[in-house]
């Protein structure tokens, strides 16, 4: 088992998720993953109030600086993607106070996410499952290649969608124009 750190390590992962629906299944449920961690690790070491939330922050910025080492762009998605994720398990952590409750929903939403992810994504759209001798590499490296994935999707459907979309917003000012000129048309001058 070999540990990698930046590039080398974002290439060994990219290698076993070459295809394109997997590496959606990725960017859209990595974040499932890292929302369970920022609602479980600080209800494991049952840490309250701002403690729980700097612990949450701490894990965001950390995977942000390691990222930003290597991978200016990347570090931006990730910082862009997984910010919401973390504001809802700080906010969700303030409210719930039962630890047992927190870490199984922490555990299950991360269950269900790499299912999705290993059992969804490799099983059919991939030549090769993931390793477990990868896995100090996946802890860290999974998180940026979501982000990517993610954002590279989003880029792909708008130049898929670009100029549908462009007919449908010019569509949708013509009709408002229209209506807001007849409303403004006064009521009495249609009693002529």
């Known amino acids: 088992m070999t540990i990698l750190f930046g590039q080398d390590s974002y290439n060994l992962y990219a290698e076993i998720h070459q295809n394109d629906y997997n590496q959606l299944i990725h960017g859209l449920f990595m974040p499932g993953v890292a929302y369970g961690i920022f609602l ?23 995977y942000a600086l390691y990222y930003v080492t290597f991978d200016h762009m990347g570090a931006l998605f990730s910082v862009l993607l997984y910010y919401p994720f973390m504001w809802l398990a700080s906010n969700e952590y303030k409210t719930m106070y039962d630890r047992k409750k927190l870490i199984i929903k922490a555990i299950f939403v991360m269950f269900v996410s790499l299912v999705i ?15 477990l001798e990868d896995l100090p590499n996946s802890i860290l490296i999974a998180p940026l290649f979501g982000a990517r994935s993610f954002f590279n999707c989003m880029v792909g459907l708008y130049n898929m969608w670009s100029q549908q979309i462009f007919h449908l917003v010019g569509l949708m000012y013509v009709i408002i124009t229209l209506y807001i000129y007849i409303e403004s048309i006064p009521k009495e001058f249609g009693k002529l």
């Open 40 to 62: 479980g690790l600080p209800a494991i070491f049952n840490q309250k109030g701002m403690v729980a939330h700097k612990l949450q922050y701490a894990i965001y910025l950390a």
């Open 117 to 131: 992810q290993e059992g969804i994504g490799h099983t059919f759209f991939e030549d090769t499952n993931s390793h």
